[in-house]
């Protein structure tokens, strides 16, 4: 569980976001969702206690993120940037085993029979188990961000944090993934993910959180945060909240007209 306070975040003397009160509960699957720019990786880091704080605190299980080192952080909580980087030469199975590395004392790596299993779980539950001989750098985009979601299964932290993890997959790809959060979330873990795509947030999500206007604008169930008013104040464009058929709640953008169409 993850509780953050009062927080200030910002770079050198420049403040990105403000009075952000922010709870992460095991179970929860949590989209944060807002503009470019607007400081979601900015909070996520927060979050993770990756970053120096401006103000406010942020306690990890009721420790405060500060006083944990690098090692038992990352036994708390796995942390998937929106980028991330691995030698060319390494195998999607190493890269994947890297998840373990906070679990074991380096010179215990390699004999853990555990870690062999765990790591299997976790190409399998990602589809990767025919890649996992395959070099990084001969996968496709997509394939590469499922291998760090992958390796952040196999830190086997209680909490997740995932920036933008589904931005390379296709449509399906997208959906799959956030099920497979939603699976690990119903399992007991406390899931936050930095999400473009609205509506793939509005589909599989309990909560979101939408950052705008340098804080935190509204943090709810999806059917309170997701209103035209809100949506429009923190995007700067006009943003319609409909309803399909079905009863879905999707968000869309009104567009001028083109020329010729009526
Ligand atoms: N390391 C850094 N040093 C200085 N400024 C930074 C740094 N990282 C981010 N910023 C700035 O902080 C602000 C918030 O950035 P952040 O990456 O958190 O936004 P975001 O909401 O995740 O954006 P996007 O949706 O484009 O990924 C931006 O104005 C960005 O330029």
Request: charged fraction near 25%.
């Amino acid at each position: 569980m993850i509780e953050a306070r009062a927080l200030v975040l910002g770079y050198r003397e420049r403040v990105v976001l403000r009075d952000v009160d922010l709870t992460l509960r095991p179970r929860e699957l949590v989209a944060i969702v807002g503009p470019n720019g607007s400081g979601k990786s900015t909070l996520l880091r927060a979050l993770a206690g990756t970053i120096p704080l401006h103000g406010g605190t942020v306690a990890i299980d009721g420790v405060p993120a500060h006083a944990l080192t690098p090692g038992a952080r990352a036994r708390r909580i796995a942390l998937v940037p929106a980028e991330e980087h691995a030698d060319d030469d390494v195998l999607v199975r190493e890269a994947v085993a890297l998840g373990r590395l906070p679990h074991r004392p380096w010179w215990q790596w390699g004999d853990q029979p555990d870690d062999e299993a765990i790591v299997d779980a976790a190409l399998a539950r990602l589809d990767l188990t025919e890649f996992a001989l395959r070099r990084i750098a001969t996968l496709s985009s997509g394939e590469r961000q499922r291998v760090w979601i992958a390796s952040a299964l196999a830190q086997q932290a209680p909490t997740l944090l995932l920036d933008e993890p589904t931005s390379h997959l296709d449509l399906a790809g997208a959906y799959a993934t956030l099920d497979i959060l939603r699976g690990l979330a119903d399992d007991g873990a406390a899931i936050a993910v930095v999400l473009h795509d609205l509506n793939l947030a509005v589909a599989s999500v309990d909560r979101i959180v939408l950052v705008g206007d340098g804080t935190v604008l509204a943090d709810g169930p999806v059917a309170e945060v997701v209103r035209a008013d809100l949506l429009t104040r923190a995007y700067g464009a006009e943003i319609a909240v409909r309803r399909t058929t079905d009863g879905a709640m999707v968000a869309i953008p009104r567009r001028r007209a083109r020329k010729g169409t009526a």
